[in-house]
């Protein structure tokens, strides 16, 4: 069956950086677009980014443009985003998350999600 | 301030039937498949009806989904406790910025 297993999140400093990564199997992983998906405490879900089954393709986030950065490596069937330049306004449980089809289409799997706190 | 717009919370007693709206523009809804998606307590959120009005496998029929214009209601019949949760639509946005966009969420409270 489909899982989607987030890692790296944690505590950091404003301003500093920090890598999640999705580790993904039980289906073809470079067939499917995939996202992160964030939630910040309390609140609803936001959209942050996504990308193409092979990648060709970027989308963001104007809250996060500039400042993270989405990636994929299909060999490794592993999806990731690089976070830099850290806000307090970043703090939220990140979800990565399937696309049905392309990265248009919806969001059919889900991970558990991993928390990132921005914090000094 | 979401995107799409649906009612913070709706109630109703058990077995009966409840609509969530969710309400955007010609730029997403309007030319745009809606999704809709369940979150219970505590855990991460699952799809429960895409493409409009299309369910997942193994979601019951209980759930349904419609589109009319700019907006979408999502429905639930024979009401169970179980079905507490928050619920989001969402759909892709065409506007000046392409993104993703999803309701400020419905907490569902059976009572």
């Known amino acids: 069956q489909v899982q989607l297993v987030e890692s790296g999140g944690g505590v950091v400093q404003p301003g500093r950086s920090l890598r999640l990564s999705c580790a993904a199997s039980?289906?073809?992983?470079?067939?499917?677009?995939m996202h992160w998906v964030r939630q910040a405490p309390g609140k609803g879900l936001e959209w942050v980014a996504g990308?193409?089954?092979?990648?060709?393709?970027?989308y963001y986030a104007d809250s996060v443009k500039g400042r993270f950065t989405i990636s994929r490596d299909n060999f490794k069937n592993t999806l990731y985003v690089q976070m830099n330049s850290l806000r307090a306004e970043d703090t939220a449980v990140y979800y990565c998350?399937?696309?049905?089809?392309?990265?248009?289409?919806?969001?059919?799997?889900w991970g558990q999600g991993t928390l990132v706190i921005v914090s000094s | 301030q979401s995107v799409l717009t649906q009612p913070p919370s709706v109630s109703a007693a058990p077995g009966q039937k409840v609509t969530i709206s969710c309400s955007g523009s010609?730029?997403?809804?309007?030319?745009?498949?809606v999704s809709w998606y369940q979150q219970l307590p505590g855990t991460a959120p699952k799809l429960l009806i895409f493409?409009?009005?299309e369910r997942p496998s193994g979601i019951p029929d209980r759930f349904s989904g419609s589109k009319s214009g700019t907006s979408a209601t999502l429905g639930i019949t024979g009401l169970q406790t179980g079905d507490e949760a928050d619920y989001y639509c969402?759909?892709?946005?065409?506007?000046?910025?392409?993104?993703?966009?999803f309701g400020g969420g419905t907490r569902l409270t059976v009572l």
């Open positions: 493409d409009n009005n």
């Open positions: 990308l193409w089954f092979d990648g060709s393709k970027k």
């Open positions: 010609s730029s997403n809804i309007g030319n745009n498949y």
């Open positions: 039980g289906f073809t992983f470079s067939n499917y677009g």
């Open positions: 998350a399937r696309d049905q089809s392309g990265v248009v289409r919806n969001f059919d799997h």
């Open positions: 969402a759909t892709w946005d065409s506007s000046l910025s392409v993104r993703w966009v």
